[in-house]
Structure formats: structure tokens, C-alpha cells
Antibody
Framework: EVQLVESGGGLVQPGGSLRLSCAAS????????MTWVRQAPGKGLEWVAN????????HYMDSVKGRFTISRDNAKNSLYLQMNSLRAEDTAVYYC?????????????WGQGTLVTVSS | QSVLTQPPSVSAAPGQKVTISCSGS????????VSWYQQFPGTAPKLLIY???ERPSGIPDRFSGSKSGTSVTLVITGLQTGDEADYYC??????????FGGGTKVTVL
């Protein structure tokens, strides 16, 4: 059974930093692209970033470029999202998801999400 | 606004059919596979349809997807109260950005 468990969310002040983690199990982690998707309260899904199987390719949504960094540790079956210079509009539930890459394009499995609140 | 356009809501009586559209452009839907996701309040999304019209194991055949040009459609037949949820289409585009539609709330009357 595939499991994705996010952690690291919480309350942070504007301009602050937070690091999210996602522990993966139940599949061969280094065979898949991984992604972060967020959902602001009462809003729709919004893709944040993705990272290739071996970490050699990464893509970001425009509003987080230069502030967020996605990374992975295949030895630990873990995905990360380092978030710096946080803004109020980054407030959302952040989901880690196993992604089919630029072919299928499907999000096969999702974690339960971790809430990030940016507020003073 | 989302690049992929979905109706905000659709509704029908139990047992009836609902159709949810998702419209894009040649750079996204027109050239790539599309997936559909179902999300209940307070829970994570779940893959419902992949590669335009394929169902993952465990998804009933009441759910079906199709694609024509730069639009895709999700059809739910034999509507049940348990189908009340938000539904999102998703794909990627030529800039390598991943896209979601704005979401459609399905209400069972």
C-alpha cells in the first residue's frame, strides 16, 4: 500500500521559513517524479513544484520561483520543500503526491496534507 | 483564474447523469493526457480517471472520461449521494507547468 506522510507545517510569520517533509513507502520511490500541490482554504488545487526521479530536473510555479526549493533523498524515500520568504498567500494545505511525469501527467497517490499558515 | 476552465457546479437527482467539462488549449489539453480527481471536504484528492479515459482499479465504471480536441469531459452516471464532492481536471502544458481546473462541485439533489 502506498503511503505518503507529510510533516513540517505550522504557523510562521511573513518573511519566515519552513521546511516540509514527505515520507514515502509502498512503492519504488526513485522510479517516480514527485510533486507538491497546495490548496488554499476554500480554494482549488494548485501545483507548486515537481522533481524528477534522480533530482536532476525541477520545475516550479512562477510565484514560488526563487523562494521555494524542492528536493528529494532517494536513500531515505523522502521528499522535501524548503519554503523561504513566506507570504500570506502561501497559506494552504500542502500535499505531497506521486506523479506520473511529463507523459501520463497523473497524480497517482496523495498524502493527507500539512497545513501552512503564514500570519503575524 | 485557472487556465483550464470548469463549471463551478453541476447538479442532478440520484440515478441521473452529470457531465463536467474542462476546456483548455492546444498547448495543454490538446497535446497531453488529462486526469480527473475527486475530493471530499477535508480530505486529499483521489485519482479518478487517468490518460483521458482510463480508470484506476477500484473506480466504478459509472465514472468515465473522454477527450475531444482541447476539451475533456467527465461523466458520472447513476448518480449517488456519495458522489457529492469536488472534481478537478489536470494536465500539463508546453511550459512544463502542471495545471488544474478550478474545480466543479457536484450536488445530488
Amino acid at each position: 500500500e502506498v503511503q505518503l506522510v507529510e510533516s513540517g507545517g505550522g504557523l510562521v510569520q511573513p518573511g519566515g521559513s519552513l521546511r516540509l517533509s514527505c515520507a514515502a513507502s509502498g512503492f519504488i520511490f526513485n522510479n517516480y517524479w514527485m510533486t507538491w500541490v497546495r490548496q488554499a482554504p476554500g480554494k482549488g488545487l494548485e501545483w507548486v513544484a515537481n522533481i524528477k526521479l534522480d533530482g536532476t530536473e525541477r520545475h516550479y510555479m512562477d510565484s514560488v520561483k526563487g523562494r521555494f526549493t524542492i528536493s528529494r533523498d532517494n536513500a531515505k524515500n523522502s521528499l522535501y520543500l524548503q519554503m523561504n520568504s513566506l507570504r500570506a498567500e502561501d497559506t494552504a494545505v500542502y500535499y505531497c503526491a506521486r506523479w506520473g511525469g511529463y507523459g501520463s501527467g497523473s497524480f497517482y497517490d496523495w498524502g493527507q496534507g500539512t497545513l501552512v499558515t503564514v500570519s503575524s | 483564474q485557472s487556465v483550464l476552465t470548469q463549471p463551478p457546479s453541476v447538479s442532478a437527482a440520484p440515478g441521473q447523469k452529470v457531465t463536467i467539462s474542462c476546456s483548455g488549449s492546444r498547448s495543454n489539453i490538446g497535446n497531453n493526457y488529462v486526469s480527473w480527481y475527486q475530493q471530499f471536504p477535508g480530505t486529499a484528492p483521489k485519482l479518478l480517471i487517468y490518460e483521458n479515459n482510463e480508470r484506476p482499479s477500484g473506480i466504478p465504471d459509472r465514472f468515465s472520461g473522454s477527450k475531444s480536441g482541447t476539451s475533456v469531459t467527465l461523466v458520472i452516471t447513476g448518480l449517488q449521494t456519495g458522489d457529492e464532492a469536488d472534481y478537478y481536471c489536470g494536465t500539463w502544458d508546453s511550459t512544463l507547468s502542471v495545471l488544474f481546473g478550478g474545480g466543479t462541485k457536484v450536488t445530488v439533489l
